[in-house]
């Protein structure tokens, strides 16, 4: 497989290099970690708020750092858990005494190596709280999880807790409304190709040319079933009834995300975003804001996730509070 790179033992540490020499007015790198906090970090009177994973997911996470979401985001190797000595250093940069939020999405590396974490910065006197996303509605249980996995719906939750922690508002108060989004945001993905992790240099599964995965996790997982690949209206149709199955969005209120698994063209996620507009209006369902494009991605897989957040007043509002990243704009 051909790959821009020059080592593919060194792809993490080039990548964040590069990430902060492209941004160097808010974003830094901790010296000696896989850490990008915002420049100005810690920001005095406000709670600081972490995230992070495994590589291959750009922009996630670090391309949500900055003012109104993330204070610092933590890089794993690809597709593999940071490991909790870096996520310490990124509480440590982005506490200001007023406490920290970890955003996990919930695989089984991310939630050890996260709650390793958060209990050594308890040692050490920072106040902490964390919250476990699980907004994907394929699959109850996976390779990599217990429960349901986080995906792109993760997103939804860094930009209400951090709109909220800008507000200078508790510990307490911010994880609330992160929880309360993690409640309310669900999400569900299909692969019409696999992914290729560097280092293995090959596709991680094999998908034939009439076939698509329907349910896959952003780490080549597997999903519900394996269907003949059919036209954009039918599988978004599949995706968006099995999100509408799972919590009660009648007469609701919804931002959408249409978000690109890394190698579909944006023409295609606005095809399939025009679908689920009349999918929504046949269902009365109000369409508040919407995002397409790439948020969560898996390497170069070919595919699309969909994610619907209902929202109350408090949500709506904070989901459109001022934020500068390099990745998430309202």
Request: glycine share 10%; charged share 20%.
């Amino acid at each position: 497989m051909k790959k821009v790179i020059n080592n593919a033992n060194h792809v993490v540490d080039e990548m964040l290099d590069g990430l902060v020499t492209a941004y160097p007015t808010f974003l830094k790198r901790l010296p000696g970690t896989t850490v990008i906090s915002r420049s100005d970090a810690p920001v005095q009177g406000k709670v600081g708020i972490v995230s992070g994973g495994g590589s291959g997911h750009e922009p996630a996470h670090a391309g949500f750092v900055g003012k109104g979401m993330l204070d610092a985001a933590v890089a794993g190797e690809v597709f593999t858990s940071p490991t909790p000595d870096q996520i310490i250093e990124a509480i440590k940069a982005v506490d200001s005494g007023n406490g920290v939020l970890l955003i996990i999405k919930n695989y089984t590396g991310d939630v050890m190596n996260f709650e390793m974490a958060q209990e050594m910065a308890e040692m050490e006197g920072i106040e902490i709280a964390s919250v476990i996303v699980n907004d994907d509605v394929a699959v109850e249980d996976s390779t990599f999880t217990v429960g349901r996995r986080g995906i792109a719906g993760t997103v939804f939750v860094h930009k209400i807790a951090g709109a909220k922690a800008a507000t200078g508002a508790s510990l307490e108060e911010v994880r609330a409304v992160a929880e309360k989004t993690i409640a309310n945001v669900r999400s569900m993905g299909v692969a019409l190709s696999s992914c290729t992790v560097p280092a293995a240099g090959k596709p991680s599964f094999t998908l034939a040319d009439n076939e698509m995965e329907i349910g896959i996790g952003i780490h080549g997982e597997p999903g519900i079933e394996r269907l003949p690949l059919e036209e954009a209206d039918n599988i978004t149709t599949i995706l968006v009834d099995k999100i509408l199955a799972d919590i009660n969005y009648e007469k609701a209120e919804v931002a959408l995300m249409v978000n690109g698994l890394g190698s579909t063209p944006e023409m295609e996620l606005h095809i399939v975003n025009r679908k689920i507009s009349e999918i929504l209006m046949e269902k009365e369902i109000t369409l508040y804001k919407t995002w397409v494009g790439e948020y969560m991605t898996s390497l170069d897989m070919e595919g699309f996730s969909i994610t619907l957040l209902k929202l109350d007043s408090e949500l709506k509002d904070l989901l459109v509070q001022d934020v500068k990243t390099i990745a998430f704009h309202v």
